[in-house]
């Protein structure tokens, strides 16, 4: 299965092609499979998001939250209970209508999950009776799958993908408005901290929320070719779906209330997209050491004569290496392949270093070191491996997420006229801030005129600066905000 | 949420009503879901079927098998390639036929995947091209969906249920046969050594095998009340798949040969009623310490004086706990509740190991320890609780085993006549080893007399006695081996 060919595309030149070239030759996925909008996710890139699944459940568990699995199936009446709701989602669902070798009709058709609000509000209005039982904070794993209508790209957009969704149950909108703040720290503890991939979290517009929300908050981050990236959303949901469910508890005085809820929906398959695209370069993959499969590749170097005495060795530290630091390290034995085709091999796959062992450097009690985020190679005592291993580690994942971030402060600007933004949007891409009058109407003709810009929201954090006699970019009217504006994925 | 009332109902009495109660009163399924067959799974036993996961994808990928993730729908083309496997679960299929708000029909109707035979095998053909791709090893965890007739248990049977499915691939008929004893290894090594749940491995009959498979090779334990339940199932393969599905490799001579295929399926949600089932007991849960969400609960014991310096001393066990053992630790600091209330919380949520610390322990520098399995009561000293937990934690997951082996060998029997047959199946149930001519209709005749005992198979390893003379137990007719016979679930 070994994929020897390299990357012929340079990610600076052609990133689409260089994306493909990647997601092909790296095995991460296949899109071979024959179901428009559907792929296969292959093993490199599964034991990646495996990790990124745990330091996701690990932070949200450490926040309180429980895991739960909710049917995959949905219930039409269920579906169509909270208006906002179905209008927002009634477009991209998949229907299971029937079943059986008869074709016998279901009596009510399925919605196969596009996101399970309407899965579980039903569920905690049986759940949640008394101000005991709140908060509620559970979240599941899973799939979803959303018909829709926009090109497949793995990773980026299939119609089915991989996340996980939690939902929040509060006694008051203070404690919920709160959880929000919470999902955006632990969105910055994972996606930032651990997989090194730079965000900004926005306020949506009005016009632009999720179907059911007061308030939408969306992570954004940029993609080499200046295009944005929406990565996890954390919603403050209207009450309309308590009342529509019923969810409802009695209060410390006995009174019944309805609750107020949150729903966060990291997906796991789309910031995957986010980390191959932010760290690689033109010889593939790099992953962040934090959820690389295999943190350490062990290549030896040997002909027939010597094979035995640098396997025995390299065995060693291996060993040395997953016992004393857990490192996840691939030594790779396989005959039939030259040094260097490994070495191009595992550059192909990210992982972040490389140790060379050969019979010279067996009498010489050393091994080389080599960096593949920077190239750097150094040759080192074996006696120090493991500690200069763990620092190489821990200086990738830090550079990683250093050069990242500073591309990704390049890449924001301003504009106070259209031709500005259109030039910007055209040039380089990128978020460019600009002054807007909040009507959706004008978000639609910049997004015309900008072939694609759209209104990411205010920018969290910010200072609104002074808007006194400022005006809309586009209509001239005075601005009711700062926004930014960028092309989307 | 917490359920204060306790089982009402003893396990030996009336085992359906006693598992009923656990499943509900321990918070581990809520079977109100509004789709028939469909059950929601709480945190509680969704972190212990994790922990599940955990251990068979450690022990499958210590095997060398890797994760992959396949589409959850399969088009029907596929589904229907192999004769065989369409004639097996076309009766069990849930179609997806529209999309979208229009309703739009699809151009194909998608299967929810019930096994994913048919979803992998054609990618399998793109993936395998030479012997050196050989053997491919990987698998997949996640749900499948059945639609089928008999009656909803929560874990036991329902239409969405979860599991890990492996498919292997291999150049000889050898190396398939000896995955499928790797296949029963792994078994051994999870679902006993980790579980504590026995089985004894049956080779099924030519007429109960899986859609497909020249051999079907099925795990299946006792219940307490003498029905099988059939645990995971390995399978060898016919050629079929891979003529149908054209899983061709290149031999080292060149020459284009089929691939032999395996598969092999742990119902994870299913195990876990096993696991409830074998272990629990009048009170409620008994959970092995190895897949317990917590697995040492400690109850502080105080008065308004007296909490904080009691929480003060709890906190600092419960982190020594973690830090040294790595252990799973729940600190119980919830007001408005008694200990008593909170012993027999966490009674019948099955924490193996209870800690109790109030103030007069703080005095003598002890803690008393509470193991959940015998109710043995003692106090330790403060020093001594970290190794004392340890050993308690290895002694409550060996006697829980050797508990279950015991009365799981007390629950196999031998029968010469029908009327021995029928008379045991009906006073005591358990496995009932009896001559069979090997004929399908007489396995339907003996279904029918014994109101439901079917022929599990010949059991693995047995050494099979001299036929010569013996007649099968209902035809006598020459038998054609020995078999067991039980009720099942």
Redesign the interface.
């Known amino acids: ?2 994929e020897q060919e390299g990357l012929t595309v340079k990610k600076a030149d052609n990133f689409s092609e260089w994306y493909t070239q990647v997601v092909e030759k790296a095995e991460l996925s ?1 899109i ?4 428009k909008g ?6 490199w890139a ?2 990646s998001m ?1 990790l990124m699944y745990d330091a996701l459940e690990r932070e949200l568990q450490a926040k309180g939250h ?10 039409e ?2 579906f169509s209970k909270e208006a906002e709701h179905v209008k927002g989602f ?12 008869q ?1 016998e009709k279901l009596e009510e058709r ?1 919605a ?1 999950r596009p996101t399970s609000e309407t ?1 579980m509000y ?2 905690y209005s ?3 009776r008394s101000w ?2 709140l908060p ?1 904070k ?1 979240y599941q794993r ?2 979803v ?1 959303r ?1 829709e209508g926009k090109a497949t790209r793995p990773f980026i957009r299939s119609r ?1 993908f ?1 996340w996980i969704e939690s939902h929040d149950v509060f006694a008051t909108r203070g404690e919920a408005e709160a959880q929000v703040t919470e999902d955006m720290e632990t969105t910055r503890a994972t996606v930032h901290d651990k997989f090194g991939v730079p965000f900004l979290f926005f306020q949506r517009p009005e016009h632009d929320k999720f179907a059911g929300a007061i308030h939408t908050y969306a992570a954004d981050t940029i993609m080499p070719d200046g295009r944005v990236l929406q990565l996890p959303s954390t919603h403050l949901l209207s009450q309309d779906f308590a009342k529509s469910f019923g969810v409802k508890f009695k209060d410390k005085d006995e009174k019944e209330q309805y609750v107020w809820q949150t729903c966060y929906g990291p997906a796991v398959s789309r910031i995957f997209a986010a980390v191959v695209s932010a760290h690689g370069d033109d010889k593939g993959l790099i992953i962040p050491p934090e959820i690389a499969p295999t943190q350490i590749v062990i290549v030896p170097i040997h002909n027939d004569q010597t094979r035995d005495a640098v396997l025995v060795e390299a065995r060693k530290i291996k060993a040395d290496l997953e016992k004393r630091g857990g490192f996840r390290v691939e030594l790779d034995e396989r005959d039939g392949y030259t040094p260097g085709w490994k070495f191009n091999y595992w550059e192909l796959k990210g992982v972040p270093l490389r140790i060379e062992i050969g019979p010279r450097d067996i009498e010489a009690k050393q091994v080389v070191m080599v960096r593949r985020d920077t190239g750097e190679k150094k040759g080192v005592p074996v006696a120090k491996a493991f500690v200069l291993a763990k620092a190489a580690l821990r200086n990738v994942q830090r550079e990683l997420t250093k050069r990242a971030d500073k591309g990704f402060k390049q890449q924001m600007r301003k504009a106070t006229t259209m031709r500005a933004l259109k030039e910007i949007l055209r040039e380089k891409g990128g978020m460019v801030k600009v002054a807007w009058c909040g009507e959706a109407d004008c978000a639609d003709m910049i997004r015309a005129e900008t072939d694609g810009g759209t209104v990411r929201g205010t920018l969290l954090g910010e200072k609104q600066a002074d808007l006194a006699g400022r005006k809309c970019v586009y209509c001239k009217k005075p601005a009711a905000a700062e926004v930014y504006v960028a092309r989307q994925y």
Chains 1, 2 share one sequence.
């Open positions: 299965m070994a296949d071979r499979y024959n179901v559907f792929v296969v996710f292959r093993p599964v034991m495996e429980k895991p739960v699995w909710f049917p995959a199936v949905i219930p009446s269920n009634a477009a991209e669902v998949f229907w299971i209508t029937e079943a059986g070798s074709n399925l196969l899965a039903g569920m049986l759940w949640i005991r039982d509620l559970l899973g799939q799958w018909y089915e991989y």
